[in-house]
């Protein structure tokens, strides 16, 4: 299992090129029996990981079923909110458990943010060489 993963950054308008590459991260999400490739903006300014309503509904989660409101801010917080812990799996690391935002909205997309990814995993970003690491706390 390695210590240390590097990823490149995703171009995300090619007209703009490198101005526009962002730090994108592909890992799966499981909740019970229903898994989901997705992939998620890893970003240091946000307080606490975000999951697109539609990502949710693939997990098999039931808006109602979920008990935990929280209140978003910026761009989402006119979106209702609710809390869930879902296992994430990056590369070839051990999987974790990573408690989200599942927000009403399709608009937002899948944040990694301080709660708890960046709890979970050292970030090294190297934007001038368009890489970012991704390690498992020790």
């Known amino acids: 299992m390695a210590n240390v993963i590097q990823f490149p950054y995703t171009i995300t308008n ?6 526009s ?13 229903q898994t989901v490739p997705v992939t998620g903006l890893v970003d240091s ?3 606490v990981n975000v999951l697109p309503y539609q990502i949710g509904q693939q997990l098999g989660l039931v808006w109602q079923q979920q008990t935990v409101p929280l209140k978003l801010t910026g761009n ?6 609710r809390g869930v812990i ?3 799996k990056v590369g070839t690391f ?12 399709d608009e937002a997309p899948l944040l990694l943010g ?13 934007r001038s060489q368009l890489l970012f690491e991704i390690k498992p706390k020790p």
């Open 14 to 19: 090619p007209a703009l090129g490198e101005s």
């Open 21 to 33: 590459a962002l730090p994108y991260l592909p890992l799966t999400l499981t909740q019970l029996q």
């Open 45 to 47: 300014g946000a307080m």
């Open 76 to 81: 989402l917080a006119r979106y209702e909110a």
């Open 86 to 88: 879902l296992t994430a």
């Open 94 to 105: 051990a999987p974790v458990r990573l408690a989200f935002a599942w927000t009403a909205s």
């Open 114 to 126: 301080q709660t708890n990814f960046m709890q979970e995993f050292d970030v090294c970003f190297f």
